[in-house]
T-cell receptor
Framework: AQSVTQLGSHVSVSEGALVLLRCNYS??????LFWYVQYPNQGLQLLLK??????LVKGINGFEAEFKKSETSFHLTKPSAHMRDAAEYFC????????????FGAGTRLFVKA | KAGVTQTPRYLIKTRGQQVTLSCSPI?????VSWYQQTPGQGLQFLFE???????NKGNFPGRFSGRQFSNSRSEMNVSTLELGDSALYLC?????????????FGSGTQLSVL
């Protein structure tokens, strides 16, 4: 079965600094990978998804992620953090074992300091 | 187009009671998934329905059940509530529930069991 591991439950950056949120996947087949964001008191919304068309995936709000098969990683980055980026971020993978479902990582809460 | 709607937004129940949560997917979406979100466990997959059939089920006790109606609306039921069932329950919909589709989430139902 597929799974994802997010390194770091909390990440703190200064406004304007680089954002790097780490995600490693485990999959025996080429995976479909996703990053979702959850703002307080809301559901999750998709930032971007990897479907093998390109290894560098651009998403909304200036975020992007690079698929690296050799490292089994799919890290999320943004060149310059903004206060509005403070939220919880989830890496996810599609798992078709026994039927369709999306498996989420434990999440990384991003804090942005003024 | 209206988003995924979950009702009620908040619920307070006591141990031993049962509860029913409702989810209306985006119009045209036929797949509905349910997740339990807690601070300690993150997002845990409960089950997925497509065209009124449960296609996949997570590792939860039989007290957790669900169903889907012909209009794709879904309900989940938790019987004999326990304190540990306190969580945010999220519903997500997608067009056909395939592995490269993104999920559209509702804002969730916050259940507190006293």
């Amino acid at each position: 079965a597929q799974s994802v591991t997010q390194l770091g439950s909390h990440v703190s950056v200064s406004e304007g600094a680089l954002v790097l949120l780490r995600c490693n996947y485990s999959s025996s087949v080429p995976p479909y990978l996703f990053w979702y964001v959850q703002y307080p008191n809301q559901g999750l919304q998709l930032l971007l998804k990897y479907t093998s068309a390109a290894t560098l995936v651009k998403g909304i709000n200036g975020f992007e992620a690079e698929f690296k098969k050799s490292e089994t990683s799919f890290h999320l980055t943004k060149p310059s953090a903004h206060m509005r980026d403070a939220a919880e971020y989830f890496c996810a993978v599609s798992d078709t074992t026994g039927g369709f479902k999306t498996i989420f990582g434990a999440g990384t809460r991003l804090f942005v300091k003024a | 187009k209206a988003g995924v709607t979950q009702t009620p937004r908040y619920l307070i129940k006591t141990r031993g009671q049962q509860v029913t949560l409702s989810c209306s997917p985006i119009s045209g979406h036929r797949s509905v998934s349910w997740y339990q979100q807690t601070p300690g466990q993150g997002l845990q997959f409960l089950f997925e329905y497509f065209s009124e059939t449960q296609r996949n089920k997570g590792n939860f006790p039989g007290r957790f059940s669900g169903r889907q109606f012909s209009n794709s609306r879904s309900e989940m039921n938790v019987s004999t509530l326990e304190l540990g069932d306190s969580a945010l329950y999220l519903c997500a919909s997608s067009l056909a529930g395939t592995d490269n589709e993104k999920l559209f989430f509702g804002s969730g139902t916050q259940l507190s069991v006293l």
